[in-house]
């Protein structure tokens, strides 16, 4: 079983940074792909930003490419999310998950931490 806990979200003006971060259980981290997702009110849940196992490759979907950055760092088996220059668009529920042994599904969510972005 694989627990994974998000934090960092919150209130922020338009244009201002957050970073979301995602602490997970379990002994090997290194192997698990890392995503983030969001859902906003009213919305379907949608992937934003996705990373390999050892972090080499990401992928963005194009509304937040050159703003969000994922990272992981598996010392610490913790992604993270860095958002800059959010807008009120990004306003939603954002949700870390875990591909650990089905390489065609996410197979752990987090909670999930609300961040509000006001204009």
């Known amino acids: 079983q694989v627990q994974l806990v998000e934090s960092g979200g919150g209130l922020v003006q338009a244009g201002g940074s957050l970073r979301l971060s995602c602490a997970a259980s379990?002994?090997?981290?290194?192997?698990?792909?890392m995503g983030w997702f969001r859902q906003a009110p009213g919305k379907e849940r949608e992937s934003v930003a996705q990373?390999?196992?050892?972090?080499?490759?990401?992928y963005y979907t194009d509304s937040v490419k050159g703003r969000f950055t994922i990272s992981k760092d598996n010392a610490k088996k913790t992604v993270y999310l860095q958002m800059n220059s959010l807008k009120p668009e990004d306003t939603a529920v954002y949700y870390c998950?875990?591909?650990?042994?089905?390489?065609?599904?996410?197979?752990?969510w987090g909670q999930g931490t609300q961040v509000t972005v006001s204009s």
């Open positions: 990373i390999s196992r050892g972090g080499g490759d990401t």
């Open positions: 379990g002994r090997t981290f290194s192997s698990y792909v």
């Open positions: 998950a875990a591909k650990v042994a089905n390489p065609d599904d996410w197979d752990y």
